[in-house]
């Protein structure tokens, strides 16, 4: 099975912190996360390569911070200072190997974050 498993999301207090966690199978290259709410497309939240080099999103720089073991292939997002705007569903991506030279970008089920008091 393919699919990156997530695991963390739930309800959490705005102000609060919570941490997603993500595991690939295989050899994997790229990882992160996107987010969608419903009638929204899906938008890029953070993304690490292999040796370590990470992009965010404006809206969440300075609050959100993706790291990754790539000895256990999973890729984590601590989420501080959270708003109730960063509720919706969170979605792993990993890019793995295929064959002898292919790379497919997978996805996880999602994981929903609320964000309420």
């Known amino acids: 099975q393919a699919q990156p498993v997530e695991s963390g999301g739930g309800l959490v207090q705005p102000g609060g912190s919570m941490r997603l966690s993500c595991a690939a199978p295989g050899t994997v290259a790229g990882m992160g996360w996107y987010r969608q709410v419903p009638g929204k497309r899906r938008d890029l939240v953070a993304s690490i390569t292999s040796t370590g080099d990470d992009n965010y999103a404006d809206g969440v720089m300075g609050r959100f911070t993706i790291s990754r073991d790539n000895a256990k292939n999973t890729v984590y997002l601590q989420m501080n200072s959270l708003k109730p705007e960063d509720t919706a569903v969170y979605y792993c991506?990993?890019?793995?190997?295929?064959?002898?030279?292919?790379?497919?970008?997978?996805w996880g089920q999602g994981t929903q974050v609320t964000v309420s008091s």
């Open positions: 991506y990993a890019t793995l190997k295929v064959g002898a030279s292919g790379w497919v970008t997978y």
